[in-house]
């Protein structure tokens, strides 16, 4: 499986954006999708996910903000980003887990939020 992710810029607090991250290869074999934030001199952190079934999750620091959806093929994964913060200045990484708990990663793409 190798994921692509895309969509990061600059944008203005109360902005908006939306992040996109395709998969290819076994994607059947997914059972967990979503994305991690690194923000710097910071670990990484779990910002949302989308089961094979479609239930999401969000971490509570997004929730209300952030919607996680995909395409109706499962190939592409969305991030929508609404009311922006500078605290979410970050690189997000998409990431997903397979039946065998293999975790994939894709490339990160940049977020800045000016104030």
């Known amino acids: 499986v190798q994921l692509q992710a895309s969509g990061g810029g600059l944008v203005q607090a109360g902005g908006s954006l939306r992040l996109s991250c395709a998969a290819s290869?076994?994607?059947?074999?997914?059972?967990?999708r979503g994305w991690y934030r690194q923000a710097p001199g910071n670990q990484r952190e779990w910002v949302a996910s989308i089961t094979s079934g479609g239930s999401t999750n969000y971490a509570d620091s997004v929730k209300g903000r952030f919607t996680l959806s995909r395409d109706n093929s499962r190939i592409t994964m969305y991030l929508q980003m609404n009311n922006l913060k500078p605290d979410d200045t970050a690189i997000y990484y998409c990431?997903?887990?397979?039946?065998?708990?293999?975790?994939?990663w894709g490339q990160g793409t940049v977020v800045t939020v000016s104030s």
């Open positions: 290869g076994n994607i059947f074999s997914l059972v967990v």
């Open positions: 990431y997903a887990v397979s039946t065998g708990r293999q975790p994939y």
